[in-house]
C-alpha cells in the first residue's frame, strides 16, 4: 500500500512538475509579444482620443501611481505641443476600471476611452459598449468635473 501511495504521488509530481515547466516556458516566450501588443493597444487608445496628435512622450513617470499616465502630445513635427493624454484608474462596483483622457491644449476634453474594466455587462459596461450615455457628454468643456 505504501509503494502505490509513493508511485501515485511521485507520478502526480511528475505530471505538475511538467505543468509548471510548460507554464514558465510559455510565459517566457509570450512575454515580449504581449508587452509590446499592449504598447500598441496605448499608443491607438492614445490616438483615438487625441486623434490631431502624431507623437507623444510620457512624462512623470516615477511620481505617478501604477496606472495613472500622463503623456504630452506634439504635432507633426514635434514643434507645438497639442495636448495631453491622462489615464486614471478608480474602483468601480466590479473592481478598477481605467479610463484615458485626450485634453486639448486649450484644457478642454477632446475625448475619453474606456481602457479596462470589470464591471457587469448589464449595466456597468454600458458606459463602454454606449458612449453617448457617458462619455461623450465631456467632449469639448473644461473642468473640474466631479466623479459621484
Known sequence: ???D???TGGILFLITFLVALMLVVGNYYTKGPIQMRLELEE???KQQVLPHAAHFEEVFPDTLADH???SVAYNENNA???GFCVTTAAKGYGGEITVM???NFDKTVAAV???SHSETASVGSKAETNPELLLDHYVGR???FTVT
Do not use: D, H
Open 1 to 3: 500500500m505504501l509503494k
Open 5 to 7: 501511495m509513493a508511485k
Open 43 to 45: 499608443i491607438a487608445a
Open 68 to 70: 495613472e499616465k500622463l
Open 80 to 82: 507645438a505641443v497639442v
Open 101 to 103: 483622457t485626450g485634453l
Open 113 to 115: 476611452r474606456i481602457l
Open 142 to 144: 473644461n473642468g473640474p
